[in-house]
């Protein structure tokens, strides 16, 4: 039952999601100094901060690792994560995403929507996470925050709700007016709390008609709004706040604040909006799960069965740390708890209340809670951890394919169990890395999203375990597809060598599938295929699509269908048709025309507007296709679509060109066809 005396209203459970550099770590750690969490403003540049408190990412002043906190505000926790704001790090966000309630959206006030800050939005978007939008860095040279408001409405295409007029510009931003109370916030230089007073005289006027427009545009969207917005012209603070609070969290408009957390300005207001805005364990809906292929419900309620989801691991020396969210039940230290997915039972040794790398011991958490578990062997990310007598599946994070690989060996041969060991621990803690042996060469291949991402493996596998290795070349991953398909292709399975034989008939059409992955289909009659047989040979197909004929890559984008067969009363079983159906579809690829397909990046670079033509005939020669071009604070930004496998070395080599002056950021954006001229392997 829902009542105000619930403890779970007070709990929040957010993340902080932007672009790279749009000052995530920076915003997070003022939320922890303004909380009394934390006694010092933590400063990326310094090393200092709380969340970035991996070597590596002090050492790249970037977020890799997506890091939880817990501090409070005005009577609420906040369960807080910073995520990873690089395109390579995107499977962290994913996961955070897939447990939190609530984010904040971070923005450079002179940047505005950047790719990243998209391709987060849009992860949100899928997990119907309600956002509000934090316009950070307004005392930089060309900060607007209302061209920063139309990238949002352009680019993500929400509502922005703007709730407050910026007091001052570029260097001279001191503080907010607050449209919803009408008052102005001030903070003075070397003070941290900010001064609260009478709109200035001189924005009086510009105040009032962004009041006007934002009742406006929330009784556009808010029917009880709407009705009090026709019968008295205006709308009260409270009427205001409300609407503000039911949009949030149905996705129908987005709250918008602005200030500069370096300087501390605009914090106390975020604070205040992420309490009053963004939802509580209690207004999203119950999770759902599966329970013997029926769905389940389970409610937010600490006296519920127990479900919790395992979003992340730690896999350190000293033991496994496994962070959970618990979505329903309680779980306290001590107890046993079951992982739905493999049936293992497991004991939970300590509870940890987290922040960053260090942790306050807990005897029990409730549903809403994010904890950390102590104890935990088996979990991994994704695992549904569940009261032994109430097991329940719940979906877990999905995981993006690696697009990049290296070879990874160590350069002493008797450090190669060592190696192995180490490589297994990091595609523990990282889904999204993989490791596998070329069958051909024999090396060990380490795959994932980006150069950066297998960079920061590999250079963890020489800290943290002290490993010398060497790494090869990175190379991207290929797929193939088919550009024409056959039909009426006939195989035939006949095996004999003593005792019950083998024998599968299978006549194959295959055709290419333009959305991508494979479909597989029988048109046979008359029971010529008996139904289980087929299911044989679907599972046999599907085994072919392992390895296809250009160049033993993955194979996608065909639709197999089988028309026509044959059975032999003894000899015919699903064995002998698996095989037909691997065999036969891996004979029908090779008389198909098959096409390479490479993964494409699109690129977004930043250079000075004397170093265009530079960087326009350095794209053309890594065969990319420029798609935009526009001149942005002061800068030129060019968008292009290029293979992935021409962007290495490209940040090296864009510092030359540009003498250190341009940046650029990448994400993908699938397959394309390869030149003739790529490699096969």
């Known amino acids: 039952m829902r009542t105000s005396t619930n403890p779970l209203t007070t709990v929040r459970n957010l993340g902080i999601l932007a672009h790279v550099d749009a000052g995530k770590t920076t915003v997070t750690e003022r939320i922890l100094y303004t909380t009394g969490t934390t006694y010092k403003r933590g400063e990326v540049h310094d090393g200092t901060t709380v969340t970035d408190f991996d070597p590596q990412e002090r050492d790249r002043g970037i977020t890799i690792f997506a890091a939880a906190v817990s501090c409070s505000w005005d009577g609420h926790r906040i369960n807080l994560i910073d995520t990873p704001g690089h395109v390579d790090f995107a499977d962290e966000v994913e996961r955070s995403l897939r447990v939190l309630d609530g984010a904040v959206a ?22 119907g996470v309600p956002r509000i939008a934090f316009v950070n860095k307004m005392d930089r040279v060309g900060a607007d925050l209302d061209t920063a408001v139309a990238s949002i409405r352009e680019r993500l295409h929400p509502v922005p709700l703007v709730t407050q007029l910026p007091i001052g510009t570029e260097d001279g931003f001191t503080g907010v007016v607050d449209l919803l109370r009408m008052r102005a916030l001030v903070w003075a230089d070397g003070v941290d709390t900010p001064e609260e007073g009478p709109v200035p005289d001189a924005l009086s006027e510009e105040a009032a008609r962004r009041r006007r427009l934002l009742e406006e545009a929330v009784a556009e969207q808010h029917p009880a709004a709407l009705e009090e917005f026709c019968d008295r012209e205006t709308l009260t603070a409270a009427t205001l706040a409300a609407a503000l609070r039911d949009l949030t969290r149905t996705g129908d408009g987005v709250v918008v604040l602005c200030g500069s957390a370096y300087r501390n300005r605009g914090v106390e207001p975020l604070l205040d909006a992420v309490v009053a805005y963004l939802p509580s364990p209690l207004d999203v809906p119950p999770v759902r799960g599966t329970h013997d292929g029926a769905d389940e419900e389970r409610p937010a309620d600490p006296a519920a069965p127990m479900a919790a989801l395992a979003f992340k691991v730690n896999a350190t020396p000293t033991g496994r740390l496994t962070y959970l969210r618990v979505y329903s039940g309680t779980i306290e230290k001590g107890d046993t708890v079951r992982d739905a997915g493999t049936g293992r039972t497991e004991r939970v040794g300590r509870l940890l209340r987290v922040r960053a790398d260090r942790h306050d011991p807990l005897e029990r958490a409730v549903a809403g809670d994010i904890v950390a578990v102590i104890g935990l062997k088996g979990a991994r990310a994704g695992s549904t951890l569940c009261a032994p007598d109430a097991p329940l599946v719940l979906e877990p994070p999905g995981v993006a394919e690696p697009v990049v690989h290296v070879a990874v060996e160590a350069r002493r041969a008797t450090d190669t169990d060592r190696l192995a060991s180490a490589l297994a621990r990091l595609t523990e803690e990282d889904p999204s890395l993989a490791v596998r042996t070329d069958p051909e060469t024999g090396q060990t291949v380490l795959s994932g999203m980006g ?27 290929y797929r193939e597809t088919v550009g024409a398909g056959v039909t009426g292709f006939v195989h035939r399975h006949v095996k004999q060598d003593g005792g019950a034989g083998q024998f599968a008939h299978v006549v194959l059409d295959v055709e290419p599938r333009e959305e991508g992955g494979f479909e597989f289909r029988s048109t046979v009659v008359g029971g010529r295929v008996p ?98 071009s526009e001149t942005r604070g002061g800068a030129a930004v060019v968008t292009a679509t290029v293979p992935l496998a021409e962007l290495f070395g490209y940040a090296t080599r864009l510092r030359s060109r540009t003498q250190g002056r341009g940046t650029f950021t990448a994400r993908p954006t699938g397959y394309a066809p390869a030149p003739a001229e790529a490699p096969a392997r």
Not at 122 to 127: K, L, M, S, T
Not at 613 to 619: C, E, K, P, S, Y
Request: charged fraction near 25%; glycine fraction near 12%; hydrophobic fraction near 40%.
């Open 106 to 127: 971070v923005f450079d006030a002179v940047a505005g929507v950047e790719p990243q800050s998209e391709s987060v939005w849009r992860q949100a978007d899928r997990h």
């Open 451 to 477: 150069e950066l991402h297998l960079e920061v493996a590999v250079e963890r596998v020489r800290r943290e375990h002290g490993l010398e290795v060497t790494v090869g070349r990175p190379g991207v991953a």
């Open 531 to 628: 139904q289980e047989f087929v299911r044989a040979v679907e599972a046999g197909c599907r085994d072919a699509l392992a390895e296809g004929p250009l160049g033993g890559h993955p194979v996608t984008g065909l639709r197999v269908t089988l028309t026509d067969g044959q059975t032999h009363v003894k000899d015919s079983s699903d064995t002998a048709f698996r095989t037909a159906g691997r065999f036969g579809l891996r004979d029908a690829l090779r008389a198909s025309r098959m096409v390479l397909l490479e993964p494409v990046v699109e690129v977004t670079v930043t250079v000075p507007e004397d170093a265009v033509g530079g960087v326009l005939g350095d794209l053309a020669a890594r065969r990319g296709r420029v798609t935009g």
